[in-house]
């Protein structure tokens, strides 16, 4: 079965209130961007490369430059297709 964007959105949600527990009751948007949310780098670096661990998806963490959440979620569908 195809991952969707929805399924990486839900994965990356999942990971932002692990990692951000403050967030748990909060509304994500995929156009915020990580940094809006609260993480500092060490933060969407950790979210970042649980997503990936999580889907099996390998690139360097310079490589996912994205501006929000909804560049991170194009970016990890272009690694698994």
Not at 7 to 32: C, G, H, M, T
Not at 62 to 68: A, I, R, V, W
């Amino acid at each position: 079965m195809a991952v969707t964007q929805a399924d990486i959105f839900n994965i990356i949600e999942k990971n932002i209130r692990a990692v951000l527990p403050d967030l748990e009751s909060v509304a994500i948007d995929p156009q915020q961007t990580l940094t809006e949310l609260g993480a500092n780098s060490v933060d969407s670096a950790d979210i970042k490369l649980q997503t990936m661990q999580h889907l099996g998806v390998s690139a360097q963490l310079h490589e996912l430059t994205s501006n929000n959440i909804r560049d991170l979620i194009d970016f990890i569908e272009s690694r698994l297709n």
